[in-house]
């Protein structure tokens, strides 16, 4: 079963960026299909981006899209969000997720991290 760690949050200034990391445990990374989402105060999860097995195909929400780029690495078992020009509409805790069966807005992950707090300030 892996583990995710996320990591690299903080609080910036709208448009500044900032990268997020999410390392997974285990020799089966690329086994699994990963995915950012995120979830504001008072607020349901919503999907962010993800990236299937081997990088090459990915996928992202409006709100995501020229902004954001994930991305992975199978060797460092690593998964990243950059995050361009951010707004304070973006301040949320940030969850990666991982699943072996698929991957997508739509698709239920069923591994999941801790978060990493982000907040943008105006």
């Known amino acids: 079963q892996v583990q995710l760690v996320e990591s690299g949050g903080g609080l910036v200034q709208a448009g500044g960026s900032l990268r997020l990391s999410c390392a997974a445990s285990?020799?089966?990374?690329?086994?699994?299909?990963l995915g950012w989402f995120r979830q504001a105060p008072g607020e349901e999860r919503e999907f962010v981006a993800a990236?299937?097995?081997?990088?090459?195909?990915?996928f992202y929400a409006d709100s995501a899209k020229g902004r954001f780029t994930i991305s992975r690495d199978n060797a460092e078992n690593t998964v990243y969000l950059q995050m361009y020009n951010l707004k304070p509409e973006d301040t949320a805790v940030y969850y990666c997720?991982?699943?072996?069966?698929?991957?997508?807005?739509?698709?239920?992950?069923?591994?999941w991290g801790q978060g990493t707090q982000v907040t943008v300030s105006s």
């Open positions: 990236i299937d097995w081997s990088g090459n195909s990915t």
């Open positions: 285990g020799r089966t990374f690329s086994s699994y299909a």
């Open positions: 997720a991982a699943d072996r069966t698929g991957w997508g807005p739509m698709h239920q992950y069923h591994h």
